[in-house]
């Protein structure tokens, strides 16, 4: 079925309304949990069962480690996709996002790593920094594992449906792309026909990439008021989702990629100041934003700016069909 054959009746199918759709992402969420659940608790060695070392180094510990949780990452996002389709590849990352949480729950937090290393706190602080770097490639990882499964969807149905953005024009005339709408989702048309890191688009994304380091770490400075797991989720969320948000209204133009490093890029600006700036008390970082353990960036922080980055696209798209309806009402 071509994107201009679509019919409304397709549009407005059971199968399309938000009420299946939402269940949909529930039960992938739920899948994607008992994967890195199962696969990461059998690849990873626990705090509980090494102390605060396992915490140091993550699932950099041998070479299981991280195959494992590359296996967990690419099982989550297809069987994601799968359970969500055609609701766009970006669904499936973001449903391993949110599963990875689980195990980010069962990692624990910074507490014991600071207490063992009281007399040398960068000493503490490195690992963290080389674990950021190994999550920011396996979430590199999903991105492109996205990219490869983006055919899949954007042949079937109109692309903004692939973008979760419902399409309130009708007609087929009004399947085309509207005026306006911004040119950073253009990599679910065509990819792999241009290149990433073009001079305009590397300019911009990285103007993207520090907008949503800069108003992450002032959210998660505010918003981050315990070590405990679900404050710790909770605030990465709503600090991401915030950044990613406000970036997508001000560069339109920035390639999704630039998003998706945001938050390890933010997790290791934190590692490093905080590793130069003493705690409040024994087992706390100095700087808040430290608080949290690299998966913890890479679960609940991709996961919150993958929301802001489409909760963008959608006020942006819906600006463009009115602009774009006021425009014909005016001619008429």
Request: charged share 10%.
């Amino acid at each position: 079925m071509s994107t201009n054959s679509t019919s409304l009746d397709d549009r407005t199918s059971v199968r399309y309304s938000p009420t299946i759709r939402q269940l949909r992402i529930v039960v992938a969420i739920i899948a994607s949990s008992i994967i890195f659940y199962v696969i990461g608790t059998h690849v990873i060695v626990m705090p509980d069962m090494g102390g605060a070392w396992t915490i140091a180094v993550g699932p950099l510990d041998s070479w299981l480690g991280p195959a494992g949780l590359v296996a967990a990452l690419l099982i989550s996002m297809v069987i994601s996709a799968i359970i969500t389709w055609p609701d766009g590849p970006h669904t499936g990352l973001f449903c391993a996002a949110v599963g990875l949480c689980t195990l980010a729950v069962r990692t624990g937090t910074i507490k014991f790593l600071l207490l063992t290393h009281y007399r040398d706190i960068s000493a503490a602080y490195l690992p963290l920094v080389g674990q950021a770097a190994f999550y920011l490639a396996l979430i590199m990882l999903g991105a492109l594992a996205a990219r490869v499964m983006q055919p899949w969807f954007t042949t079937s149905r109109p692309w903004p449906l692939s973008l979760a953005v419902p399409w309130p024009l009708h007609s087929q005339a009004d399947d085309t792309v509207p005026a306006g709408f911004p040119s950073s989702t253009g990599w679910l048309l065509d990819s792999n026909k241009k290149p990433i890191f073009a001079s305009a688009s590397l300019g911009v994304g990285l103007l993207a990439l520090a907008m949503m380091a800069i108003i992450a770490l002032i959210i998660e400075y505010i918003t981050m008021r315990s070590l405990q797991p679900g404050q710790l989720i909770f605030s990465l969320i709503v600090s991401f989702y915030v950044a990613g948000f406000a970036t997508g209204l001000t560069f339109k133009k920035a390639p999704d990629i630039f998003y998706l490093m945001a938050p390890m890029v933010t997790a290791a600006i934190s590692y490093i100041v905080a590793s130069h700036v003493a705690g409040p008390y024994p087992g706390y970082p100095g700087f808040r934003p430290a608080e949290a353990l690299p998966i913890y960036y890479a679960s609940a922080g991709v996961a919150g700016v993958l929301m802001g980055y489409y909760s963008a696209m959608r006020a942006l798209h819906h600006g463009a069909v009115d602009s774009a309806h006021g425009t014909k009402s005016k001619a008429v």
